[in-house]
């Protein structure tokens, strides 16, 4: 024992970057709930992003939108600091480093241009233009410039489709043969009770209908779980062609709100055939709102937001067709769960952090506005498919 003590070197804080980012459309439903409470606010809450090498990424987020008592509530409300009307203001202020889009499909392509004129790093919501022309022309322009860009591909962070994809992985489906999905819900039309659904969605000439919204993520489900897209077949339908605005007023909806479509698919072991059915006009009669059925030689699987269950060719049941008889086996106790191995976050978040970290470290990120603008190609050649009533093929999109 000693009169002296040393004392102990102080722990060293991480080094601290804090990204402000502008975003645009918060007073929209999924800007506000999806992006800015459950993504960039949770970030903030949880204190950033911690980096391989032991650094931190904070974030600052400035609001932006038309309606200036609407952003100063919503600032008010989450402890936000920073709200304008003013886009091009954000977009030359260097504080700001990233251009978020949450705008209705038919303001996204002018919002983004600017972001690109401004250098802005760009993370946007699909579709990303209103034609596979304007999209792809986006997708380069942002290349030529030097601009990094991410499109949101959150269908792939749900719990069901990682699931998915650890099967596909791991081998599991043996010769993949082909994918049967079913989404959709039934979308009241709002005169006996209110639409859970905005009614631009249901008018064709403010951007609407069910191909836009949902064949861009059918897109990227398809060619990153299973392979390239070769073509497409769709046959679209209006089935209700009345409905009910926000002011209880009727409106023609001019619209499809149903979607029938068949893919072919070059996987990599050999062509997989994939049908989807989109629908605001389905009563739900399976697990959850939507779900995929994958059928290999040596197993199936059917997944949906958030289960999953299997059955091996060794547990395949050898059913016999006969309509004299009832039968009484049960088919759905022949299917195994899947356990939660992992825990998983909200996919938005994920993405988001995901991006932010590429950002950050400079690496190439793949969801890209290229990506972006093969799911506006798939969506604009599902609506001509319908239209004339025809198979299309998707030709190879490269900036090169």
Known sequence: MTDTTTASAPTARPAVRDIGI??????GRMGYRQ???RSILAIREQGGIEMPDGTKVTVTPVLVGRNELKLAEIAAEHGIENYTTDLDAALADPRWEIYADFLVTKARASALRRAIAAGKTIYTEKPTAETAEEAFEIAKLAADSGVKTGVVHDKLYLPGLQKLKRLIDSGFFGRILSVRGEFGYWVFEGDWQPAQRPSWNY?????GGIIVDMFPHWNYVLENLFGHVKTVYAQAATHIPQRWDEHDEPYAATAEDAA????EIDGRDGEIVAQINSSWTVRVNRDELVEFHVDGTLGSAVVGLFGAKIQHRSATPKPVWNPDLEDSHDYDADWAGIPTNDVFQNGFKQQWEEFLTSYVLGTEY???LLAGARGVLLAELGLRS??????????????G
Do not use: Q
């Open 386 to 399: 319908s239209s004339e009533g025809r198979k299309i093929e998707l030709p190879n999109l490269t900036l």
């Open 366 to 368: 793949e969801f890209d």
């Open 22 to 27: 502008i975003m645009n459309g918060v007073s």
């Open 203 to 207: 008018r064709a000439e403010d951007g």
């Open 260 to 263: 029938y479509g068949i893919f």
């Open 35 to 37: 992006h800015l409470v």
